[in-house]
């Protein structure tokens, strides 16, 4: 039986709320902070994915772009793949969780823009419905020197029918493929660009969401009708 | 109060949120209390407003999305989601779905978001 209004409801949860756990992306910057809120002219949000393998540089992009100190937050996952929708609790269903990081840009006084970092693994697929409903694209991260550890993920993205583009990471050691080589490697179609970035350094990373935003812009300009 | 409980509880058993059409990026807010009076029971059997829900509230005095709201409170998106849908369907919290496409010609939102970025870069 609950009947308090909701400011004493808010009073109630105050102690509770102090005590939170703040989950940042960063484990070493897990210090409770008070939470980044967006201004209250916003009235709505847009996404993007930002996808690929293992150890590629997904949390490090979204840390680079994010104006807030990126987030972490958790879904549970049955390992049978049955969804996110079981949370049944029932003892003979293994659940896995997977840890999503992701990050915020107030593009103006209206419209935000939230990156999710999205774990390409095969595995993990059964979130990708929920995560890519109405994403504007993704970002799909290469790593030159296992390159084969993309095709899941790309194969996964040309099924979905999102649209996206390659960016290639650049580690000390990577070998510089030219693109003709890479595109036949990831077997791309001509209309996905591939593009290059340092992940860790922020105008690398913006120049890279502005080819990649002038990439779906050009192409949605050709499918409009006429 | 108790400990970390499991998501089934915190939910009553629900999996899926009254209304299925919250996403990760929906922006949440909790409702001014001016005018609005008591919450209802939730639920038939008088389960009410558990914690979780009351620790939404809390954290929405501003605007959060849905992801930033399940990361800030250590709680599984999925939970998450069931809550904010209680309390939507309660009037307790406003939603500001995402912008579609769809509303406006694709070119204008993906030139205001380039707009948008080029003055941030
Ligand atoms: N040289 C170089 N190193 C990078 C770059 N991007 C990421 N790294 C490093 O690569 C390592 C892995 O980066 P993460 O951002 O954690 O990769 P991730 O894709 O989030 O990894 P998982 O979440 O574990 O799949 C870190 O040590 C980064 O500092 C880059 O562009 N260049
Ligand atoms: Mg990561």
Not at chain 1, 185 to 208: K, Q, S
Request: hydrophobic letters at 45%; glycine letters at 8%; aromatic letters at 6%.
């Amino acid at each position: 039986m609950v009947s308090a209004n909701f400011a004493e409801a808010a009073r109630f949860a105050d102690a509770d709320f102090a005590e939170a756990n703040f989950a940042t992306a960063d484990p070493a910057a897990a210090v409770p902070t008070r939470p980044e809120y967006l201004p209250s002219t916003v009235q709505g949000a847009v996404k993007i994915l930002i996808t690929g393998p293992f150890g590629v540089g997904k949390t490090t992009l979204v840390g680079s772009l994010s104006e807030i100190a990126p987030l972490r937050t958790e879904e549970t996952m049955t390992a049978a793949g049955a969804g996110v929708d079981d949370l049944t609790g029932r003892p003979d269903k293994t659940t896995t969780t997977v840890a999503l990081d992701f990050g915020r840009i107030t593009l103006n006084p209206r419209l935000a823009l939230y990156l999710f970092g999205t774990p390409g693994q095969q595995r993990f697929w059964p979130l990708w419905d929920d995560l890519s409903r109405g994403a504007l694209g993704a970002i799909a991260l290469v790593d030159a020197r296992r390159i084969e550890e993309s095709f899941d993920v790309l194969g996964r993205l040309e099924e979905q029918r999102i649209p996206f583009a390659i960016a290639v990471n650049s580690f000390p050691d990577s070998p510089s493929y030219p693109e003709e080589e890479l595109r036949v490697a990831l077997d791309l179609l001509p209309e996905v660009p591939i593009l290059r970035c340092d992940a860790r350094d922020r105008r690398a990373a913006y120049d890279l969401l502005i080819d990649f935003v002038s990439h779906l812009h050009s192409t949605s300009v050709l499918e409009l009708p006429q | 109060m108790s400990g970390p409980v499991r998501p089934y509880v915190i939910t009553g058993g629900r999996s899926r949120p009254s209304r299925n059409v919250l996403a990760l990026e929906s922006l949440v807010s909790t409702a001014p209390a001016a005018g609005l009076g008591d919450l209802p029971d939730l639920d038939a059997d008088g389960t009410g407003l558990n914690r979780e829900h009351l620790r939404i509230l809390e954290l929405c005095g501003e605007l959060l999305s849905v992801a930033e709201i399940a990361a800030y409170l250590s709680l599984p998106l999925g939970v998450v989601k069931v809550l904010i849908g209680d309390l939507w369907d309660l009037g307790a919290v406003h939603v500001r779905p995402p912008v579609q496409q769809a509303e406006r010609l694709p070119s204008t939102l993906l030139e205001e978001v380039l707009l948008g970025l080029r003055q941030l870069r």
